[in-house]
């Protein structure tokens, strides 16, 4: 028996044969070729079976695993058309009269290099993309036949890295576990791992001798025992069938109402934090979105994100939801969450900084671009804007004057919109202490208990070392929650949480004596939370 320690990308036990995933290290001799048209005919050729491999592959992944996780294949395409990519290959084949095979490797380590150098992470994941396609052509013009489904009922998937062609030409329905040496929490294997509702590992310093062992992945604790002991392998086997047994439960759940006995009906919503987690969501039957972190959008970004760029993504996610309700929290950055290109001054106490909607009030120019996209994109779905970290009246009635201008200046341009509902985050006690005032100004409260337990308790949410007194059971939090759902009620708006506490199954009947009327948590808790609900008398 060996253990091997990880990191989790995704939660779950699998047990099954250990599949190491050896990429042949290609050598692609170079050669001389007399007829250069001829070749370049030959490269085309294989760049249209290609083209026709990635469609099917798209069409593939879009039944597996959904729009998002197909998008991919999608991409890859783009960048085989890629004229600059063609062109480099062409020229390489005219100019040193080689074989095409050799002109896209080249091709493919100069693209690879060109992007890994780039400063900016979406780029630089982009030089594993450039990779795969020119695999794949080289492949075709080796006349290669690939073989990535496996032969073993049920396996475990290890690899220095998957990519996502990789991914999904193998057969699902084997595949118990991913483990990979490389690899970050938002890999497509991580991505795929989650939609697949199958343990990931990342970081795994595998040894070649496991291959072809039984394992038992833990993707609670981020380990793999590969030869488990009789023991550990049944009493892992006890908590696989436990796992098995109570995602089956969840899933009769599926479809039904979030209502409970006595036939209130509570919104049951989910956290996202982009696109991609939009499938989980679908998965797990939230009646809407509670929470869209729009941060993500300006992270995973090395300059501002334009309107028209910030309009797709929440057309796409109000699209996607098909009417039912998006609740979009407007930009929270500061603290925990810098961003270099807003240039924002080192603080001494980041967390009570420049942050938030402090930003966005001192910036207008960032905040009324979003907001334009927000209500250009209302007009496709049933979108809601929320505002994160806010302390006073004074601040809402800012925002609404920022936001009526907007709505001003589109309709001058013709531009349709729908109205939105209006919400605030309560994430500070100074919003709870005033949030019969607040609630006079919008349609909602959110409240976010994360934060709202960090300035209740004067303990900073990021420093692990205080995780023993950062206590959100404190009657401090509870009190507060208590106190803003019924401000909320006695000026008829409605009360969430969507910070973690929300998902905390020890308190869902307590929310819910308190009256709370929506709850909005990660996809994967969505169903366990209704389990809850619809128990509760
Ligand atoms: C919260 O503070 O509870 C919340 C939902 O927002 P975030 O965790 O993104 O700060
Ligand atoms: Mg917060």
Redesign the pocket.
């Known amino acids: 028996m060996k253990v091997y320690q990880g990191k989790s990308v995704y939660h779950g036990i699998a047990i099954g044969k250990i599949r190491i995933l050896k990429k042949e290290k290609r050598n692609v001799v170079r050669s001389h070729v007399e007829d250069v048209e001829a070749e370049i005919r030959r490269k085309a050729a294989a760049v249209d079976e290609s083209m026709q491999q990635l469609k099917q592959l798209y069409d593939k992944a879009l039944q597996e695993v959904g729009e998002s996780g197909a998008a991919i294949f999608d991409v890859h395409q783009m960048m085989l058309e890629d004229q600059d990519y063609q062109e480099s290959i062409e020229n390489m084949i005219r100019t040193q009269e080689v074989n095409a095979e050799y002109a896209v490797a080249v091709t493919s380590d100069n693209f690879a290099a060109m992007f890994e150098q780039m400063d900016d992470d979406y780029m630089k994941a982009r030089a594993a993309d450039v990779r795969d396609i020119s695999e794949r052509l080289i492949s075709v013009l080796l006349e290669e036949k690939q073989d990535l489904d496996s032969k073993d009922d049920k396996e475990i998937v290890v690899a220095e890295d998957l990519s996502p062609s990789e991914t999904v030409q193998m057969d699902k329905s084997r595949v118990q576990a991913f483990v990979t040496r490389f690899g970050s929490s938002n890999s497509h294997t991580a991505i795929l791992a989650r939609t697949m509702n199958i343990p990931a590992l990342i970081g795994v310093d595998y040894t070649e001798d496991m291959d072809g062992k039984l394992a038992v992945v833990d993707g609670f604790q981020g380990i793999v025992i590969a030869d488990p002991d009789e023991a550990t392998l049944a009493g892992y086997r006890k908590k696989e069938a436990e796992e098995a047994e109570k995602r089956e439960l969840l899933q009769t759940l599926k479809g039904k109402e979030s209502v409970t006995k006595s036939g209130r009906e509570i919104r049951l919503y989910a956290?996202i934090g982009g696109i991609s987690d939009l499938q989980a969501v679908m998965q797990n039957d939230a009646a809407g979105i509670g929470?869209f972190?729009s941060?993500f959008l300006y992270l995973e970004k090395s300059d501002y994100p334009t309107e028209d760029e910030q309009f797709q993504v929440y057309k796409s996610v109000a699209e996607t939801m098909a009417g039912k309700k998006v609740i979009i929290?407007t930009l929270?950055i500061g603290?925990?969450?810098q961003i270099g290109y807003f240039d924002l001054k080192k603080e001494e106490n980041p967390a009570m900084g420049f942050r938030?909607i402090r930003i966005c009030l001192k910036r207008p120019e960032i905040f009324k671009t979003q907001l334009r996209a927000l209500y250009r994109a209302s007009n496709y779905g049933n979108i809601a804007i929320m505002f994160?970290m806010i302390i006073s009246v004074t601040e809402i009635r800012k925002i609404k004057e920022i936001v009526e201008e907007v709505k001003k200046e589109l309709k001058e341009q013709g531009i349709p919109f729908k109205e939105v509902e209006l919400g605030v985050?309560i994430?500070t006690p100074a919003a709870v202490m005033v949030s019969e005032e607040l609630a006079e100004e919008v349609d909602f409260f959110?409240?976010?208990?994360?934060?709202?337990?960090?300035y209740t308790l004067a303990i900073d949410?990021q420093n692990g070392e205080l995780d023993e007194f950062y206590d959100s059971h404190h009657p401090a939090v509870l009190r507060m929650i208590r106190m803003v759902i019924e401000n909320a009620h006695k000026k008829g708006i409605w009360a969430g949480?969507?910070?973690?506490?929300g998902a905390d199954l020890t308190l869902t009947d307590t929310f819910l004596d308190m009256g709370i009327d929506e709850l909005?948590v990660s996809p994967s808790c969505v169903l366990s939370i209704r389990k809850k609900i619809r128990e509760h008398a």
């Open positions: 956290n929470l972190r941060e929290r929270d603290a925990d969450k938030a994160p985050m994430e959110s409240i976010g208990t994360n934060d709202l337990t960090q949410r949480i969507c910070g973690e506490l909005s």
